[in-house]
């Protein structure tokens, strides 16, 4: 799929996006949801959060707290107070720290509740990004608080190319257990 150009584009893709997520959610075998995540046997897996991430309520929570970033930094700057969208004491050379924290933050929530928590701001960040036009939220440097990109370039990172990312890291851990229901 394309990037999205428009709010009609943005708003479509993040639905489709995580709807395609729950998708291989559901398909996933309890023994898949109660085994921890291993991808140490994949060199090309590099990236920091194929070891990051143990379980599915990590990859949950992690896309939780993004949409949590994108709602406080739009809301406080829509208000007038200038906020960057990385809070500190990170920035985007740290960020990958950030992600650490929101994950050790999180050890003590169930995967229901973290369920829960991503539907939840699932609906509030499509809610918010409904709240702009076309032209705000793909117009570069429309806002200052934006930088030289736009407001829709942070909402398409936070949401449909997350859910993405999400789903293509469940796909990777449900081929250990050929179970799981998902056909896609």
């Given amino acids: 799929m394309a990037r999205p150009t428009t709010k009609e584009d943005l708003v479509n893709s993040a639905n489709k996006n995580f709807e395609k997520l729950w998708q291989v959610i559901d398909s996933m075998s309890e023994n898949a949801l109660n085994t921890e995540f291993d991808f140490s046997n994949d060199l090309k897996k590099k990236e920091a959060h194929w070891k990051r991430d143990k379980n599915l ?7 939780y707290e993004w949409h949590q970033l994108l709602l406080r930094w739009v809301n406080a700057n829509v208000a007038g107070n200038k906020s960057p969208f990385i809070p500190e004491p990170y920035n985007w050379k740290t960020y990958g720290d950030m992600n650490v924290e929101f994950c050790k933050k999180h050890q003590d929530t169930q995967l229901k509740d ?33 930088g030289t990109t736009s407001l829709g370039s942070y909402c398409v990172s936070a949401m449909p190319s997350h ?8 796909r990777a851990h449900i081929k250990n257990f050929p179970t799981s229901r998902y056909q896609g």
């Fill in 114 to 146: 973290a369920k829960e928590k991503l539907k939840i701001s699932h609906e509030a960040v499509v809610a918010l990004v409904k709240t702009f036009s076309t032209e705000e939220l793909f117009t570069k440097k429309l806002f200052n608080w934006t």
């Fill in 57 to 63: 309520r990590d990859v949950l929570i992690h896309l």
């Fill in 163 to 170: 859910y993405d990312w999400a789903t293509k890291k469940l």
